[in-house]
């Protein structure tokens, strides 16, 4: 599939962002859905990803509690809801997706890979 991301921007400390991530394709519901961010001079991170039917979430520990994945199959659609953000959570966020069954959280799992979208936030 193909993907694209969007939502992210400037918002202060303490405040929420929602991304979305549009697939292209018609195997979307089969895929296993991941949030990834990249901050400057990091490795890419894994944030959390979504089984194919949503039954099944996985965080990291750094945002547990904090951001919550879902999808809309009919949409092609992931979302990354985001809140209570820190100025720790700065970076460039990627969706990524690959089709398996089960939650992948190492991006070498993932196959496919949307452009990012910058998620700032201020102290």
């Known amino acids: 599939v193909q993907l694209q991301a969007s939502g992210g921007g400037l918002v202060q400390t303490g405040g929420s962002l929602r991304l979305s991530c549009a697939a292209s394709?018609?195997?979307?519901?089969?895929?296993?859905m991941g949030w990834f961010r990249q901050a400057p001079g990091k490795e890419r991170e894994f944030v959390g990803a979504?089984?194919?039917?949503?039954?099944?979430?996985y965080y990291a520990d750094s945002v547990k509690g904090r951001f919550a994945i879902s999808r809309d199959n009919a949409k092609n659609t992931v979302y990354l809801q985001m809140n209570s953000l820190k100025p720790d959570d700065t970076a460039v966020y990627y969706c990524?997706?690959?089709?398996?069954?089960?939650?992948?959280?190492?991006?070498?799992?993932?196959?496919?890979w949307g452009q990012g979208t910058q998620v700032t936030v201020s102290s």
């Open positions: 990524a997706g690959v089709r398996r069954p089960y939650i992948a959280t190492h991006k070498f799992q993932y196959d496919d």
């Open positions: 979504i089984n194919w039917n949503g039954g099944s979430t």
């Open positions: 394709g018609r195997t979307f519901s089969s895929y296993v």
